[in-house]
């Protein structure tokens, strides 16, 4: 047996543990796609998804995506150096004219679009400052350029959404410029970015720059879903922006937003925009539809995920749960241990509704919870459903008491 094998099966010794006692959560297959699916043949309100506005499933989404493969089928080839179509050009267009920024470039994922800019972006004379509860592709992304031989960036951290913590960063700094890395809505917490305050120290330094990830708070801030730039007037404050297609716009893919140079550099330069294949045509022609409908109708349609949040979060309150730091659609339901939140994660499952444990490592022992995303798409009978399985199962297990469980039995 080599060292591979001999890791592997050291590392997975607490998810097979989980396995055996029935309670491990991770990889259920959907056998149809949609907020409601059906998981093992019964029917299942999906409350984990990040279909904020419930777009994906749409009659005219679905058909636009048959209509690109007849014309494209599902893949072009090769990278988009050489399999860029009209339909990709088109997009990008329109997002950025949509956005309100110079020019746009899709990228085959949201999580390739942030590593990508940073590493070309960042170089041996910018320190990246990240707050500490920065999503995994900006960790990723501010690591490889990290690696990056005789070029690298400094790294540094601060205290999450804080302004101090910032001013403090950039004073003690050792490169001259510097790339914050911020995000509009921080998926695991639920909460937004402290921006007006964090911007304020940032526009004091000179050689500093904002990078927002706003894949979270694109089609859910803002009256019309163009996210947190939109909800507080901050146009011209941050110069690139970075989102996805795998929330709001019903796929895969990721956004690049900023001034044409910048865009025209990164495309130039991003080794995960020229080395990894093109977009399928038929995730552009959904994205593309769903973008008809936030031009026609994305008042009304954020307005009415707005609404569901306020319901969700009054019935979760009301009777007694902790939602953390949320104050948007994300609500982690924090269960503070994790044979709490696996047990009520399989509970909840097995009565018809789906909230995802997120456990350490990645969240802090003590900080365990139940992923819960109100949608746009899910019924006031589907809010109403969950809430009152979570009161049940929140008493049984010890989530609403506070109690601990007792220790559970070893596996034979």
């Known amino acids: 047996m080599s060292w591979i094998q001999d890791k592997s099966r050291a590392g997975l010794e607490r998810i097979r543990e989980a396995q055996e006692k029935q309670v491990y959560p991770y990889f259920r297959a959907f056998e149809s796609g949609g907020?409601?699916?059906?998981i093992d043949g019964k029917p299942v309100v999906n409350f984990s998804s990040?279909?904020?506005?419930?777009?994906t499933t749409h009659p005219k989404v679905k058909e636009a995506s048959i209509e690109a493969v007849k014309k494209f089928s599902c893949g072009l080839g090769s990278s988009r150096v050489q399999a860029t179509t009209t339909a990709h050009v088109e997009l990008e267009e329109r997002l950025a004219a949509w956005f309100g920024f110079e020019k746009c470039l899709v990228f085959t994922t949201g999580y390739q679009a942030m590593v990508g800019t940073i590493m070309?972006?960042?170089?041996?004379?910018?320190?990246?400052?990240?707050?500490?509860?920065?999503?995994?592709c900006i960790l990723d992304g501010t690591f490889a350029a990290a690696g990056t031989?005789?070029?690298?960036?400094?790294?540094?951290?601060?205290?999450?959404?804080?302004?101090?913590?910032?001013?403090?960063?950039?004073?003690?700094?050792?490169?001259?410029?510097?790339?914050?890395?911020?995000?509009?809505?921080?998926?695991?917490?639920?909460?937004?970015a402290r921006i007006h305050d964090l911007l304020e120290v940032a526009e004091a330094d000179e050689k500093a720059v904002v990078v927002c990830d706003d894949a979270h708070g694109t089609g859910t801030l803002g009256k019309g879903g163009r996210g947190i730039i939109e909800k507080y007037g901050l146009e011209g404050r941050i110069p690139v922006v970075i989102s996805t297609f795998s929330k709001?716009?019903?796929?895969?893919?990721?956004?690049?937003?900023?001034?044409?140079?910048?865009?025209?550099?990164?495309?130039?330069?991003?080794?995960?925009?020229?080395?990894?294949?093109?977009?399928?045509?038929?995730?552009?022609?959904?994205?593309?539809?769903?973008?008809?409908?936030?031009?026609?109708h994305g008042e009304e349609l954020v307005a009415e995920?707005?609404?569901?949040?306020?319901?969700?979060?009054?019935?979760?309150?009301?009777?007694?749960?902790?939602?953390?730091?949320?104050d948007t659609h994300i609500?982690?339901?924090m269960c503070r241990e994790e044979r709490k939140a696996l047990f009520t994660h399989v509970a909840m499952l097995e009565s018809g509704v789906m909230m995802v444990p997120i456990t350490y490592p990645a969240v802090k022992r003590g900080e365990e919870r139940l992923?819960?995303?109100?949608?746009?798409?899910?019924?006031?009978?589907?809010?109403?459903?969950?809430?009152?399985?979570?009161?049940?199962?929140?008493?049984?297990?010890?989530?609403?008491?506070?109690?601990?469980?007792?220790?559970?039995?070893?596996?034979?």
């Open 331 to 333: 609500m982690p339901v």
């Open 35 to 38: 907020l409601h699916t059906t």
């Open 305 to 326: 995920l707005h609404d569901k949040s306020a319901y969700m979060r009054k019935g979760l309150t009301d009777l007694g749960f902790d939602l953390g730091l949320s």
């Open 120 to 136: 070309a972006l960042a170089d041996r004379d910018t320190t990246l400052v990240l707050d500490s509860l920065s999503h995994a």
């Open 371 to 412: 992923r819960l995303n109100v949608t746009r798409g899910h019924s006031k009978e589907d809010i109403d459903q969950a809430v009152e399985l979570l009161g049940v199962y929140g008493n049984a297990f010890f989530v609403l008491g506070g109690e601990e469980l007792e220790p559970l039995p070893a596996a034979e």
């Open 248 to 296: 709001t716009f019903g796929g895969i893919g990721g956004i690049l937003l900023g001034d044409a140079e910048t865009v025209d550099f990164v495309k130039h330069q991003a080794r995960s925009f020229l080395f990894s294949a093109s977009l399928p045509v038929p995730v552009v022609a959904a994205a593309s539809t769903i973008l008809d409908m936030l031009e026609d």
């Open 149 to 192: 031989p005789r070029n690298g960036p400094e790294i540094r951290f601060f205290n999450h959404n804080s302004p101090r913590a910032l001013k403090r960063v950039l004073g003690k700094r050792e490169r001259e410029k510097a790339m914050i890395l911020l995000e509009g809505i921080y998926s695991l917490d639920g909460d937004e």
């Open 50 to 55: 990040n279909d904020y506005l419930g777009l």
